[in-house]
């Protein structure tokens, strides 16, 4: 009997399952994707896309910290 050598798939995630995800319109992913925001696969003829979750985690991780708030100014020791 042959061995067959398994390779491990990671299930994709659809545009809509990234945007639950990321608590963002179905469109924002979209638009993150067309500007490598966001890495995605396309797939098929229609092109739909496919992301995978460490994308996504890595996304996530990236971006965790911003609030949109400016970072508060160190004060130099230097007096005028």
Do not use: C
């Not at 990671?10 to 809509?16: D, G, R």
């Amino acid at each position: 009997m042959n061995q067959v050598n398994r390779i491990a798939v990671t299930p994709m995630l659809t545009t809509s399952e990234v945007a639950a995800i990321l608590n963002v319109h179905i469109n924002t992913v979209r638009r993150w994707s067309n500007h490598g925001t966001l890495k995605a696969y396309q797939l098929g003829p229609r092109g739909d896309r496919r992301f995978r979750r460490e994308d996504i985690d890595e996304f996530l991780a990236g971006h965790r910290n911003h609030t949109g708030e400016a970072a508060p100014q160190e004060e130099s020791g230097a007096e005028s």
